[in-house]
């Protein structure tokens, strides 16, 4: 069955760092997106950031030039590295595949990732 497990989430101070990996638990390389979400309390999950298959990387406005998707298939593994975060970073973060069509060639990516997996999430709270 698939399945996604996130790690890395922490508490950090304001203009800090942080990693968070997620392990795709050997499809990685059957997958046309991988992707990473948010939910701070109270509010809805939001888009962050996701890498295809053909390579194609897309970030939310208010991430971008500060996180940094990657994926290692090797390790199954997409990671996201984040710069100087802010107060309103802080959220659960959460790890999304999009399952490759059984039919799909690839590369498969067409402009549409369907999030079909999802990671149970990490905790990541920054300070002011």
């Known amino acids: 069955q698939a399945q996604l497990v996130e790690s890395g989430g922490d508490s950090v101070q304001a203009g800090g760092s942080l990693g968070l990996s997620c392990v795709a638990s050997g499809f990685i390389s059957l997958t046309t997106c991988m992707g990473w979400f948010r939910q701070a309390p109270g509010k809805e999950r939001d888009f962050i950031s996701f890498i295809s298959d053909d390579g194609t990387t897309r970030y939310a406005n208010s991430v971008k030039g500060r996180f940094t998707i990657s994926q290692d298939n090797a390790k199954n593994t997409v990671y996201l590295h984040m710069n100087s975060l802010e107060p309103e970073d802080t959220a659960m973060y959460y790890c999304?595949?999009?399952?490759?069509?059984?039919?799909?060639?690839?590369?498969?990516?067409?402009?549409?990732?369907?999030?079909?997996?999802w990671g149970q999430g990490t905790q990541v709270t920054v300070s002011s």
């Open positions: 999304a595949a999009a399952p490759r069509p059984p039919a799909g060639s690839f590369p498969s990516y067409r402009g549409h990732c369907a999030w079909g997996v």
